[in-house]
């Protein structure tokens, strides 16, 4: 966590009054003169004035009443633009994959049964399985992606006839013009 210039770990954000431990979505403030952290319960309970109506939120938007938002809020209102960590996308091992890099053998395996069949039934695609050794995941994939870039060759050969032809149509008009 992050107030003003100085880093907290989770677990050492915490009330410096009742030591209570500080979450993402609780109310706290920070002590201009000593940076002293407080829970809403021991701010309510000393005298420290609370936030003033021109201050702003986390996010850098002006909030009428801090006390009254459900994220966090500080007195002196110099608090990171970062989001709470609650908000903030996984980082889990599960979204990570992994690149699968195939070996010659596979591939000219997998350029044949290509050029026999572009669309392998289920039995074909487990017949490449075990002569492989890849998953039928990838598989599938290679044979999706074979296809979708042969489309791709297809139209752009296509459309590079197509301007040959424009070309020498207007080459001839020029020359017997």
């Known amino acids: 966590m992050k107030v003003k210039e100085s880093y907290y770990h989770a677990e050492c954000f915490t009330c410096s009054s009742c030591d209570k431990k500080l979450t993402i979505g609780e109310e706290f403030v920070v002590k201009e003169q000593d940076e002293e952290i407080l829970c809403r319960t021991d701010c309510d309970n000393s005298n420290i004035e609370q936030p003033s109506s021109n201050k702003t939120d986390m996010y850098g938007r002006d909030d009428e009443d801090n006390w009254d938002g459900s994220t966090l809020a500080s007195l002196d209102n110099q608090m990171s633009n970062t989001p709470p960590l609650s908000l903030r996308s996984p980082k889990s091992d599960e979204s990570t994959r992994v690149r699968t890099v195939l070996n010659e053998k596979q591939l000219l395996t997998l350029k044949a049964c290509y050029a026999a069949n572009a669309r392998p039934d289920a039995m074909m695609k487990e017949h490449l399985v075990e ?24 139209i752009a050969m296509k459309n590079m006839e197509e301007k040959a032809e424009t070309v020498s149509f207007l080459l001839k008009n020029l020359l017997f013009s």
Not at 134 to 146: A, C, G, H, T, Y
Request: glycine share 4%; hydrophobic share 30%.
């Open 131 to 154: 002569m492989t050794g890849l998953s039928p995941r990838v598989i599938r994939v290679w044979f999706q992606n074979k296809r979708c870039k042969d489309k791709k060759k297809q």
